[in-house]
């Protein structure tokens, strides 16, 4: 499985970031001014121009790698969306995306961080701790940041789940009854394709949780709500069959990436 | 909505000239149809993730949806889009610009 690379940084790329979303409408216009329109939906991509500044060799090595490895705009790769929210149905976690063991109780309609009622409550009816996780397709060894919501009645210790096969990594946090963002980051030394974040809570523990969110960057971003749709696109490809770098100094590169998707 | 902000208004006749040089003319339309140009700027990465995620929510141009018109309140309950695509610049973390077009969708 190819990845794009991430910086040095942890980062995906650098600003600007372009993002494009393109549809396609079949429309047949009245002469009323009435219109028909009909979504094709096969046919909606998702375009990223990414713009590189002060790259190092290894980092330009670590795209053209992909580049020559994927065969300029033949093969696919997996895209982290910089962008974007790698979770999806950050606010609804009672979805099937999310895996939850079963005396983990998920339920929804709690007031959240942002003045709405779309929160989740979290009730461990178990003898021992019980998580609830969602699994993405990102690779397990790049560096990602995980956030969410958290707040509880009475102090509690929860722990932030980030786990792939034959590895999970535990952040203790502790809740109070405001609301407060926790967030753990890093990555896993595991090299696996599929990575998963969650909570986990202690027995007999009760936490509202909201808005969890997953970059592939080192720092959390603003939050940003997803529903059926995260930012990890398994089928990206380069726009162009030509890769220009220009070096600018020793060391010191610069390129513009064109990447494209389908987003269904 | 932002400044600069532009809003139109469109009617839609049909004028048949005769030899005598005297003019018919009807209207195709019911009412006008608005249109609204929003350009938006500085704007923070959760609100313009929002913006794009309600273009593709709606299936771009295929959704209806009310708006609100900002000049004056007045609610159209059938709008689209008008274009295909959205492109959302993010040039920093509380910078990001966008743009789309309202169209009032006539009956």
Known sequence: MLYYPQLTTGA?????VTRSINMRTVGNQLSSGYTIRMADTGAQKIQWRLQYSSLTDGERSSIESLFEASQGQLDTFTFLDPADNLLMWSEDWTQTVWTADPLLQVSGGVSDALGGDDAMQLTNTAQTTQQI???TNGPSGFVYCYSVYLRSGVPTTVQLVVTATGQTVLTAVTTGSSWSRATASGSLSVQEEGVGFGVQLPAGAQVEAFGAQVEA??????YKKTIDLGGVYSSTRFSSDL???TATAPNQNSCQIN???NLT | MQYPAQRSVEFSTTALQFVDGSEQRFCNYQAPLHRWVIRLSLLDQSELQEF???FRGIAGPAGDFAFTDPWDGTNYPS???SSDSIAGVLAGE???????TVLENGS
Not at chain 1, 12 to 16: A, I, R
Not at chain 1, 217 to 222: S, Y
């Open chain 1, 259 to 261: 990447l494209i998707s």
């Open chain 2, 52 to 54: 794009q995620e309600f």
């Open chain 1, 243 to 245: 890769l220009l770098v």
């Open chain 1, 12 to 16: 995906v790329t650098q600003f600007p």
């Open chain 2, 94 to 100: 509380w910078n990001g610009q966008t743009s789309i």
């Open chain 1, 217 to 222: 960057q080192p720092g959390a971003g603003l």
């Open chain 2, 79 to 81: 709008c689209s889009l």
């Open chain 1, 133 to 135: 996780v969602q699994n």
